[in-house]
Structure formats: C-alpha cells, structure tokens
C-alpha cells in the first residue's frame, strides 16, 4: 500500500502554542518522510525531513518524531507564529524511486 | 535560490480544449515531474520524466495526458480534451537525483479551470 494518512486535518493554536501532525504510513519501503509548508497560491516547499533510522530530527522549531515500529511520524512546531500559518503535508518517498506520496494536508491557523 | 518556474500561473479553458501547461525546471536538475492538487485536497503525483522519457506514472496519467521536453529547458504538460474534473493546480517540480527529498523543488503551479 502506498498510503499515507495524516491528522488532523485542521488545526487552530494560539501563538506561542505548540502544533503538533500526525501521519502513518503503511509501506515500509519508504526511505524518506519529509514535510512541505504549503502557502495559499504556492507550491510546496521542503520544511523538514527525515529518515526511518533516525528517532528525532530537530531544526530551528520544528521537530519530527519517528516510530518505526508504529509506522508513525509527527511534526511539531513549537512556539508557533503567526507566520506559521499555512498547511503542511507530509509525505514518504523511496530512496530508488522518484514520486512522493503525500498525507491529506493539515491547515493550520495561529492565532496571534 | 534557484527555482522552478511555471507559466502560465493561471489558464480557463473550455471543455474539450487542449491545454498546454509549461515549466522550466531547475538548470542542472535531471528529473522532472508534475503532480495535481485538486482544491482542498491532497498533492497527487501524476508522472515522472528523466532521460527523455517517463520513468513513473500514476492512474491518473491516462491516455489524456503527455509530457514533453520540446528543447533544454523547457517540460510541458498536454492535456487534450480537458473534462471539468482537471480543474486543479498543477505543479512541476525537478530535482538533480532520484529519492532524495533535498533539492526536490516544487513550482508555485498553474490552476486550470475547466468551464
């Protein structure tokens, strides 16, 4: 399967506050997860990525977690902003292949 | 930073034309794709190009569909006989290697609608 789930599918925090998105995926094939921040009328752009090998990844504010086991990874933001508002998509790509899988989107709005 | 480029940013057609969806991808990048965002949902690949010919594509990528590198730079998207449900935005993206997220850019797309 070459699914990736993500949750959930809107998100409102007050600044300062801590967002936090959840995916699963269910081919263990995947070799890369990484997030894309989406801006209305933009494409996506890389904001974090990580490998299955790795439990953590931390840059700036944004954190992922992975779960290998649980097939499970999750971006935080932390001390979100304003600015942060956009939608982010996670995604899993192979490392012999060339189409990223995105999850479903999570809009999230920071409120000042 | 370098970046892909797409035009036109913004193309209604009728049903039944053919468009033609443009992107210049990254100078010294080798593979080349488009995806589809249908509004409000999910990024969806649709195909995947190295080496002048298609290396990947997904269901979505029928018979409707084809891409092209016409010269050095440029990567188009043909859509013949449009249906209403290609309104969508259209990405292009390029990157220099396979499966590697690092340098796998997205263009800002071409929202087509279909009336």
């Known amino acids: 399967q070459q699914q990736v789930k993500q949750s959930p599918q809107s998100l409102i925090v007050q600044k300062g506050g801590i967002s936090i998105i959840n995916c699963a995926y269910e081919n263990t094939a995947f070799d890369y997860f990484p997030w894309y921040q989406q801006f209305p009328g933009k494409g996506p752009a890389l904001l974090i990525a990580i490998r299955p090998d790795v439990s953590e990844k931390k840059e700036g504010r944004f954190t992922i977690s992975f779960n290998k086991s649980a097939k499970q990874f999750s971006l935080h933001i932390m001390d979100s902003q304003p600015g942060d508002s956009a939608t982010y998509f996670c995604a899993a790509i192979k490392a012999a292949g060339n189409k990223l899988t995105f999850g479903g989107g999570t809009r999230v709005l920071v409120k000042p | 930073e370098p970046e892909v480029t797409q035009t036109p940013s913004h193309q209604v057609t009728q049903m039944g034309q053919e468009v033609i969806l443009r992107c210049v991808p990254i100078?010294?990048?080798?593979?080349f794709y488009w995806y589809r965002q249908i509004l409000g949902q999910k990024v969806e690949f649709l195909v995947s190009f190295y080496n002048n010919e298609i290396s990947e594509k997904s269901e979505i990528f029928d018979d409707q569909f084809s891409v092209e590198r016409p010269d050095g730079s440029n990567f188009t998207l043909k859509i013949r006989s449009t249906k209403l449900e290609d309104s969508a935005m259209y990405f292009c993206a390029s990157s220099e290697r396979q499966g590697v997220v690092g340098g796998y850019t997205f263009g800002s797309g071409t929202r087509l609608t279909v009336v």
């Open positions: 100078s010294n990048h080798l593979y």
